[in-house]
């Protein structure tokens, strides 16, 4: 089993849709990563979480540290939102400065 | 200011083939990675440096695998020989340590023949 679980692992919207991604992870953490991968690889921040919630433009990340949980929520979605969004996690043992990564949600809007 | 730089974008070799990547991180980014990320997975650490020296490298397979930092800035990672199941993105990722957020490169996407 792996330490980091995403669902689902392919979404398909239409465009406008709330868009609700989830990861699930098994260990102890210091923080929780969302990233947003592009086709051709490239790789992008969109958050780092150890509690609560953030927002950016259109973006909202959750984590709920009792129940090892995080979401990542997309409002109104349009079609240059599609990409693959990859949850990652910084386990407490082993080193914060290793990152965990989920195999990804790949998320298809459509116009 | 620039991002991670990462060359060459893609790369298609015959088995057996040496082949090498760079990566130019951000300015002031002390800690430099390189991953492998397979189709359909997370990418995976191969090693981690903190300034020249490599504090992570044990996901690296070093009967094929090198990679190097000389001067705590630009890095190399090397694949003697490849192999078809090399086939992958490298990717590069820098940060300024600890739990900072880790900035990638666009990645090598290799392709072993």
């Known amino acids: 089993k792996n330490e980091v679980e995403q669902s689902p692992q392919n979404l398909t919207a239409q465009e406008g849709e709330f868009i609700t991604i989830n990861c699930s992870y098994s260990?102890?953490?210091?923080?929780l990563h969302w990233l947003q991968q592009h086709p051709g690889g490239g790789i992008v921040s969109l958050f780092m979480?150890?509690?609560g919630k953030k927002k950016h433009g259109r973006l909202i990340a959750t984590i709920n540290i009792q129940e090892k949980h995080s979401s990542l929520h997309i409002t109104a979605s349009h079609p240059r939102d599609s990409a693959v969004y990859i949850c990652?996690?910084?386990?407490?043992?082993?080193?914060?400065?290793?990152?965990?990564f989920g195999k990804g949600t790949k998320l298809t809007v459509n116009p | 200011e620039a991002g991670v730089v990462q060359s060459p974008r893609y790369k298609i070799i015959e088995k057996k083939q040496p082949v090498a990547f760079w990566c130019n991180p951000i300015?002031?980014?002390?800690?430099l990675y390189w991953y492998r990320q397979n189709l359909g997975q997370g990418p995976e650490l191969l090693i981690r440096?903190?300034?020249?020296?490599?504090?992570?490298d044990s996901q690296l397979p070093k009967d094929r695998f090198s990679a190097e930092r000389l001067k705590g800035v630009d890095s190399t990672l090397k694949i003697q020989p490849a192999e078809l199941g090399d086939s992958a993105v490298y990717l590069c990722?820098?940060?300024?340590?600890?739990?900072?957020?880790?900035?990638f490169g666009p990645g090598t996407r290799l392709t072993v023949l």
């Open positions: 440096y903190e300034n020249e020296e490599a504090v992570d």
């Open positions: 990722a820098s940060s300024l340590g600890g739990t900072d957020t880790q900035y």
């Open positions: 260990v102890g953490i210091s923080a």
């Open positions: 990652a996690v910084c386990p407490v043992v082993g080193g914060s400065e290793k990152l965990v």
């Open positions: 979480l150890s509690s």
């Open positions: 300015s002031g980014h002390n800690t």
